[in-house]
């Protein structure tokens, strides 16, 4: 079964520091990988998404990802953080022929601290 | 351009007793799905319709849930009778034929007591 994990349940970064949050996942087959933010009391959001092509992917916000086929991994990278981004984020992956079913991980909290 | 709908925004109920939740998916979508997000999970897919019928639904309990979607537009989920680990947000999303992009409604939050 596909799982996807989230190594950091929270994460605290101070205003303007760049932070990164982790994902990884477990297929040794090709997927289709996601961002998405959810913030307080609300649905979530895409940030962006890799399907094929370029492993550097940029999204909304100033956020981007790499994708990394050999490592399993899609790791979330934002320059400079600002109060704004304090949220909840989830990975998310597509494995193949599974009719576009999304697994979602159990997300990371990102506090930005002023 | 319209967003997921979805009502009532929150819930409360005792457990045995029954509850529906109702979504509106964007204009012109056919695949709608709905998810249960346990506090601390991610979501966790429950059912999932093309137009009317059901593509999905290994992860239902069916034995007390159960979804429709008349004409393929409109979607109801009941919960009968709820147990408290049910209480949960009940997220609706939609794409458009089945695509890889996925749009999501604010959320029913249920609180089972």
């Known amino acids: 079964a596909q799982s996807v994990t989230q190594l950091d349940s929270q994460v605290p970064v101070f205003e303007e520091a760049p932070v990164e949050l982790r994902c990884n996942y477990s297929s040794s087959v090709s997927v289709y990988l996601f961002w998405y933010v959810q913030y307080p009391n609300q649905g979530l959001q895409l940030l962006l998404k890799?399907?094929?092509?370029?492993?550097l992917v940029k999204g909304i916000n100033g956020f981007e990802a790499e994708f990394n086929k050999s490592q399993t991994s899609f790791h979330l990278r934002k320059p400079s953080v600002h109060i704004s981004d304090t949220a909840e984020y989830f990975c998310?992956?597509?494995?193949?022929?599974?009719?576009?079913?999304?697994?979602f991980g159990t997300g990371t909290s990102l506090t930005v601290i002023p | 351009e319209a967003g997921v709908a979805q009502s009532p925004r929150y819930k409360i109920i005792e457990k045995r007793q029954s509850v529906a939740f109702w979504c509106n998916p964007i204009s012109g979508h056919a695949t709608l799905y709905w998810y249960q997000q346990i506090l601390g999970q991610g979501p966790k897919l429950l059912i999932q319709?093309?137009?009317?019928?059901?593509?999905?639904d290994s992860q239902l309990p069916k034995d007390r849930f159960s979804a429709e979607r008349l004409k393929g537009v409109d979607s109801t989920l009941k919960i009968q009778p709820a147990k408290l680990e049910d209480s949960a947000v009940y997220l609706c999303?939609?794409?458009?034929?089945?695509?890889?992009?996925?749009?999501f409604g604010p959320g029913t939050r249920l609180t089972v007591t």
């Open positions: 890799y399907l094929s092509g370029s492993t």
């Open positions: 999303a939609s794409s458009l034929g089945g695509g890889r992009e996925q749009y």
């Open positions: 319709f093309q137009n009317n019928g059901v593509v999905d």
């Open positions: 998310a992956v597509i494995p193949p022929n599974t009719g576009n079913q999304f697994y």
